[in-house]
């Protein structure tokens, strides 16, 4: 039914990048032909600005879907910070790809590039919108469920394609118009947004590549899911942080210092089994201590003091 990709999350994660660098692909072609042919220097640009989507998408399809693969020898935790980095290359194309159009709308400004106008143009222009808009919904339809930062960046760029054709859609309406300064105004204007999304996508992912720690509110639920075993007597030391995209949770956790070591084994088992289930939790570790009894390194800071 989905072709050789099969229908599980790497399976569909590949499919949507996968249809990311056709619909590149098929934009480029559009556009370079019709931009030679009429000499379209508008056209050109945004087909070349596309050559950029195409290898942050290239890049997501061949490895972003290592996040779905199984610990090994060579990545012991896993692959999860393997989709922030292709998704952080998506972000700084997306900044480059603004930067190369607010460069070419000042040189507009300055000195305006004529470009000739035809209805073949605006209906290459009009395609490439569409074919990017098609490429936005499905991306986001299939991210819905998978919730993957590098689709959303993907998803993300291609607005920003959108945006860029717009740009020189009101390009060619302007000169059709005897308005020429149309179309560098309206390509400054995008290409500020477009750094901007991608500066965001950037600061995004770098927070999870760096083990930064996540919002209050994971760390208040991760506490919550600790305390509702009732052999829970304390909990201390707790630390949560970004491992990729998943939450790693590290944490002490008090119980009763009575209780045998095969009981203590089973009372660590459900703990760990249940953050494990809260989602975006991925590794987990719990170190279980008689309640009542201080930390080695409360005893060390009482010597110091000393």
């Known amino acids: 039914m989905w072709g050789p990709w099969g229908s599980g999350e790497k399976a569909r994660f590949q499919r949507a990048a996968g249809v990311n660098v056709v619909g590149n692909t098929v934009k480029?072609?559009?556009?370079?032909?019709?931009?030679?042919?009429?000499?379209?220097?508008?056209?050109?640009?945004?087909?070349?600005?596309?050559?950029?989507?195409?290898?942050?998408?290239a890049v997501v399809f061949v490895w972003g879907g290592s996040r779905y693969d199984d610990a090994d020898e060579t990545h012991p935790h896993g692959h999860q910070r393997i989709e922030p980095l292709t998704a952080l290359f998506?972000?700084?194309?997306?900044?480059?790809?603004?930067?190369?159009?607010?460069?070419?709308?000042?040189?507009?400004?300055?000195?305006?590039?004529?470009?000739?106008?035809?209805?073949?143009?605006?209906?290459?222009?009009?395609?490439?919108?569409?074919d990017m808009y098609l490429l936005y919904w499905?991306?986001?339809?299939?991210?819905a469920t998978l919730g993957s930062t590098a689709l959303t960046a993907l998803a993300?760029?291609?607005l920003n394609d959108i945006y860029t054709t717009i740009a020189a859609l009101v390009g060619v309406f302007g000169l059709l118009l005897g308005f020429p300064i149309l179309d560098p105004v309206a390509g400054a204007l995008v290409s500020v947004l477009v750094v901007y999304q991608g500066?965001?996508?950037?600061?995004?992912?770098?927070?999870?590549?760096v083990g930064a720690a996540p919002p209050a509110a994971d760390r208040e639920r991760v506490t919550a899911a600790l305390r509702e075993n009732?052999?829970?007597?304390?909990?201390?030391?707790?630390?949560?942080?970004?491992?990729g995209t998943d939450l790693e949770v590290e944490v002490?956790?008090?119980?009763?210092?009575?209780?045998?070591?095969?009981?203590?084994?089973?009372?660590?088992?459900?703990?760990?089994?249940?953050?494990?289930?809260?989602?975006?939790?991925?590794?987990?570790?719990?170190?279980?201590d008689p309640s009542g009894v201080g930390e080695w390194k409360d005893a060390d800071d009482a010597r110091d003091r000393d």
């Open 252 to 288: 002490h956790v008090e119980v009763d210092g009575e209780m045998t070591l095969r009981e203590a084994h089973d009372i660590e088992t459900e703990l760990v089994t249940g953050l494990r289930n809260l989602e975006d939790v991925g590794d987990v570790h719990v170190h279980l």
């Open 138 to 143: 499905y991306t986001e339809r299939v991210n």
């Open 230 to 243: 009732p052999a829970v007597e304390g909990v201390h030391d707790l630390t949560v942080f970004y491992d």
């Open 199 to 209: 500066v965001e996508i950037a600061r995004e992912n770098v927070t999870y590549l």
């Open 28 to 57: 480029i072609a559009v556009e370079g032909a019709a931009g030679l042919a009429f000499g379209s220097v508008a056209l050109l640009a945004d087909a070349a600005h596309s050559v950029a989507d195409l290898v942050a998408s």
């Open 90 to 130: 998506v972000g700084a194309t997306i900044v480059l790809l603004g930067l190369l159009l607010l460069r070419e709308s000042a040189l507009g400004l300055v000195g305006p590039v004529e470009v000739a106008a035809s209805p073949v143009l605006v209906a290459a222009l009009l395609f490439a919108m569409a």
């Open 156 to 158: 993300a760029d291609c």
